[in-house]
């Protein structure tokens, strides 16, 4: 009987310990939540004035930091941007050539044409960040629509208001994580 309590009594302390160390710690959210890439999302988001946490999270809601995907819908790369949208930032941005093969297998280019087109979007919504993030997923033509209709005002508390299922979660995928990467990485 005195060994049975005795090992209960070890295993109270040991979950005990456990649970203050992962309470107590960021390091088991920093292990559910990594970041990877984060010399090319701190430079390329230091280039074009974003949030190195925003783009962290695109990436994480788009990709998880997986290169080499494509969406059902032909977007590419880590940071999932269509083709026709890649070009245009291209173009506008006067990159030197990018192609699909890069902009696919390359972090480091999807996180510059990405954080390039944040920008963009950011600027063309007056700095508003929810509106910004809701175009990254619908297209800034369906969010500029929405907004000067009245259907949604571009706020993250009238989120549910947005009538694309999809971007509705997107929108508040990305804000989760990008709040969780504030948490977790202060001095990103």
Known sequence: MKILLKKRVLLVLLLGLIAILFLKSNWLGTW??????????????????VEPHLVAAIIRSE?????????KKGALGLMQIMPDTA????????????TE?????RADVSIEVGSWYLKS????FDQNQIAAIAAYNAGPGNVRKWLDSGVWDGKLETVSRIPFGETRHYVQRVIYYYNKYKDLYPSF
């Not at 070009?87 to 990018?98: I, M, R």
């Open 101 to 105: 093969d890069m902009l696919r297998n």
């Open 87 to 98: 070009n245009w930032v291209v173009q506008k941005a006067g990159f030197k050539e990018v």
């Open 32 to 49: 559910m939540y990594p970041v990877y890439y984060k010399q090319d999302i701190r430079v390329s988001a230091s280039n074009y004035g």
């Open 121 to 124: 979007l950011h600027q063309q």
């Open 63 to 71: 990709t998880n930091y997986r290169t080499g995907k494509d969406s």
